[in-house]
């Protein structure tokens, strides 16, 4: 069983910054892709970041430029840096990883852009 724990959520003001942390634990030999997604007030939930074990990266065209995703694989855990912040990226961030091609889900970080 695979376990995501969320962390580094919070309140900051429009141009701030944030670093969002997902550690995995649990019975995990490789993680096929880990990335992070949101889902604001009224709106689907979409993808913000993903990458794979071979590093392709995906971004939504609304945070590309501001946002990068990193990991640290001896650890299990994998990051959102956020630069940059807009009101409009207040959304509860969940991250996510496919563990032997079954996906698994944190259970979301709120993240609030306010001035």
């Known amino acids: 069983q695979v376990q995501l724990v969320e962390s580094g959520g919070g309140l900051v003001q429009p141009g701030g910054s944030l670093r969002l942390s997902c550690a995995a634990s649990g019975s995990i030999f490789s993680i096929n892709a880990r990335g992070w997604y949101r889902q604001a007030p009224g709106k689907q939930r979409e993808l913000v970041a993903r990458?794979?074990?071979?590093?392709?990266?995906k971004f939504a065209d609304s945070v590309k430029g501001r946002f990068t995703i990193s990991r640290d694989n001896a650890k299990k855990t994998w990051y959102l840096q956020m630069n940059s912040l807009k009101p409009e990226d207040t959304a509860v961030y969940y991250c996510?990883?496919?563990?032997?091609?079954?996906?698994?889900w944190g259970q979301g970080t709120q993240v609030t852009v306010s001035s």
């Open positions: 990458v794979t074990s071979g590093n392709s990266a």
């Open positions: 996510y990883a496919e563990v032997a091609y079954v996906g698994y």
